[in-house]
């Protein structure tokens, strides 16, 4: 059984298969959300998640007869705005500046206060993550690669890959106590 949103789905990718610029704005639309929360991960800011959103946008409408209608459209976008991400991420990567904080130590504070943080707060401590770190810690935390295939996707070795996951991990935490000792400050 094909649910109403599958239906809506089938029937915009029919008119955008015919280059109905209707169809093409409502299909953007229906997956603008649910993209840009993927392209503002590896991106570093908003207005370069909104070029990523939008270069990965044209290669689904351009790419469309390409998608195979067995398997889930949602996915083919997820897959194809993280592809589009990285492109970005590898292009840019001459003009990013090395914030890499190699000293770094793991901070012992366990405290599980993850699960009370939202979802948007969480994006921007992660946008705080160099490039790099942030590319491997979208693409294992988030996206479930693992180390192997990441290497392969950003040609590094999966040791570089294991160890820019573990730095990005020691500067969240760090970012993290900085931000918690910031909004204590402002109490005081």
């Known amino acids: 059984m094909i649910d109403t949103d599958s239906k809506v789905v089938e029937e915009l990718l029919r008119g955008c298969l015919q280059n109905n610029r209707e169809a093409q704005r409502k299909l953007y639309q229906h997956f603008y959300g649910y993209a840009m929360s993927i392209c503002v ?18 290669k689904v409408f351009t790419k469309l007869k390409q998608y195979d209608q067995k398997k889930s459209f949602k996915g083919w976008v997820r897959r194809i705005m ?53 590319a491997v810690f979208n693409l294992y935390v988030i996206d479930g690669y693992n180390h192997e295939e990441i290497a392969e996707i950003l040609g ?29 400050e402002q109490y005081v």
């Open 41 to 58: 991960r590896y991106s570093k800011d908003d207005e370069e998640a909104k070029e990523v959103l939008n270069d990965g946008f044209m």
């Open 82 to 134: 993280i592809n589009t991400a990285l492109d970005n991420y590898r292009h840019n990567l001459k003009h990013y500046h090395g914030a890499d904080l190699e000293d770094a130590s793991p901070v012992a504070d366990r405290a599980d206060i993850v699960g009370n943080l939202n979802y948007e707060y969480l994006i921007s401590l992660i946008q705080q993550l160099s490039p790099a770190y942030k």
């Open 156 to 184: 590094i070795s999966s040791g570089t890959s294991k160890s820019n996951l573990s730095k990005a991990r020691a500067n969240l935490r760090e970012i993290l106590k900085k931000s918690r000792v910031d909004e204590l």
